[in-house]
T-cell receptor, first 112, second 113 residues
């Protein structure tokens, strides 16, 4: 039973459109993360948050932006989608370092 | 910096074969170590973890032992099934550094009848 939810699961959208990928968790975790996963499987951290009103850029530069207005919600926005944004986006949340992350099922984005 | 190195895939095995997926790490402190599994079209699921040296994590027949002397956390299973076909990620997490997970590049496992 998933405690972290991502919507939509699949999205096909035209170039130039603005999109928001939703991520919500019910576990009360302070830390949340967004990863981009390329077809070669490798995971790239693009954004993270340590709590409300805290957001940081990750290891991979991304044109997307995030917000953290509520603990449970960590949406990712692309102002103008491009084909190079086609990828799978995974959201995760966590407690302390002794624990791993809990991942959502991902959003597979295709920009045409 | 911190890094995780996994053996490259794909690894192709027959059902009931023994599985080893190698994982070694470099870390500036004392990390917690994790194995995640990703089934096709899904997100990552935590498979097992170990938080200190000599700890053994185990789940669903998979095991991995935290070896500080060799900085390794190899994943093993005595008898794989077709349903184990997935991508496996090794990861580490330190107490500081924002508690972010550092992932390996993933190893695809294919199990055939």
């Amino acid at each position: 039973e998933a405690d972290i939810y991502q919507t939509p699961r699949y999205l096909v959208i035209g170039t130039g459109k603005k999109i928001t990928l939703e991520c919500s968790q019910t576990m009360g975790h302070d830390k949340m993360y967004w990863y981009q996963q390329d077809p070669g499987m490798e995971l790239h951290l693009i954004h993270y948050s340590y709590g409300v009103n805290s957001t940081e850029k990750g290891d991979l530069s991304s044109e997307s932006t995030v917000s953290r207005i509520r603990t449970e919600h960590f949406p990712l926005t692309l102002e103008s989608a491009r084909p190079s944004h086609t990828s799978q986006y995974l959201c995760a949340s966590s407690e302390s370092h002794l624990y791993g992350y809990t991942f959502g099922s991902g959003t597979r984005l295709t920009v045409v | 910096g911190n890094s995780v190195t996994q053996m490259e895939g794909p690894v192709t095995l027959s059902e009931e074969a023994f599985l080893t997926i190698n994982c070694t790490y470099t870390a500036t402190g004392y990390p917690s170590l994790f194995w995640y599994v990703q089934y096709p079209g899904e997100g990552l699921q935590l498979l097992l973890k170990a938080t200190k040296a000599d700890d053994k994590g185990s789940n669903k027949g998979f095991e991995a032992t935290y070896r500080k002397e060799t900085t390794s956390f190899h994943l093993e299973k005595g008898s794989v099934q077709v349903s184990d076909s997935a991508v496996y990620f090794c990861a580490l997490r330190l107490t500081g550094g924002g508690n972010k997970l550092t992932f390996g590049t993933g190893t695809q496992l294919k199990v055939e009848l």
